[in-house]
Nanobody, 115 residues
Framework: QVQLVESGGGLVQPGGPLRLSCAAS????????MGWYRQAPGKQRELVAS???????YYADSVKGRFTISRDNDKNTVTLQMNSLKPEDTAVYYC?????????WGQGTQVTVSS
């Protein structure tokens, strides 16, 4: 079974950094584009950033220039380096494959940006 375990969230002040990690198992990780998603209260889950099997990244306009996605195919991990955080970045962050076929959504990791 596909397993996706997010970690690294927490409380951070506006402007601060945070690094999220995702450990994946149960599928051939290197063959799939991976993404970071987030869901804020009252909003739909949205794709924040993704990285394809060749390492080419995509970023939502709201985070472009502030977030950096990377992957390590030897370790089956995806990371999201978040800088210059804003209160509107507050959400539960999840990792998953990109596309119609998804693993079961994990617990996610809470990111709270507040003074």
């Amino acid at each position: 079974q596909v397993q996706l375990v997010e970690s690294g969230g927490g409380l951070v002040q506006p402007g601060g950094p945070l690094r999220l990690s995702c450990a994946a198992s149960g599928f051939i990780f290197r063959m799939y584009a991976m993404g970071w998603y987030r869901q804020a209260p009252g909003k739909q889950r949205e794709l924040v950033a993704s990285i394809n099997s060749g390492g080419s990244p995509y970023y939502a306009d709201s985070v472009k220039g502030r977030f950096t996605i990377s992957r390590d195919n030897d370790k089956n991990t995806v990371t999201l380096q978040m800088n210059s955080l804003k209160p509107e970045d507050t959400a539960v962050y999840y990792c998953n494959t990109v596309g119609i076929i998804k693993g079961s959504w994990g617990q996610g990791t809470q990111v709270t940006v507040s003074s």
